[in-house]
């Protein structure tokens, strides 16, 4: 069963980093990308590129994809949106649990199969929230305790 598990983690981080990686290069060769726009495509490149390799080697079987996976699941996890700094990654698929700070906090539940997303800026809603992707938990759990 752990077997199966490793597989579909791999096919997420394979497709979801391909088609990041696609997105991010489009972004980047894009017209008017300086600053930190530009910046942010380079990591996001840079990102999406680890995950796909990460989902590679963890399908062939080789030791350092799961040391790997585990590594870009464990970048997945968090979900930060503040007025000052958003963060968010997502690669092939998530299930997002997040909760809105504000005066009457309130629980909010997304997720997506065949997507990808990144996010990273210094300014971010007006409402902040902060969250979990919880299938990149339990991925992270699955690869880190599984074996």
């Known amino acids: 069963m752990h077997s199966f598990f490793v597989r579909i983690i791999a096919v997420f981080e394979i497709a979801g980093g391909l088609f990041g990686l696609v997105h991010q290069f489009d972004r980047l ?80 539940f997304d997720w997506a199969i065949a997507e990808h997303g990144w996010l990273l800026a210094i300014a971010g809603p007006s409402a902040a929230h902060i969250g979990i992707n919880l299938l990149a938990l339990v991925s992270w759990l699955v690869l880190r305790f599984g074996r």
């Open 29 to 108: 060769l894009g017209a008017r990308v300086v600053g930190m726009d530009a910046i942010v495509a380079v990591l996001g490149v840079l990102l999406f590129g680890f995950i796909l390799v990460a989902g590679v080697l963890l399908a062939s079987n080789d030791g350092r994809g799961t040391s790997m996976s585990i590594w870009a699941q464990f970048l997945q996890a968090p979900l930060l949106a503040t007025p000052f700094f958003s963060y968010a990654l997502s690669s092939g698929a998530f299930a997002n649990l997040s909760m809105t700070l504000q005066r009457s906090p309130r629980l909010g």
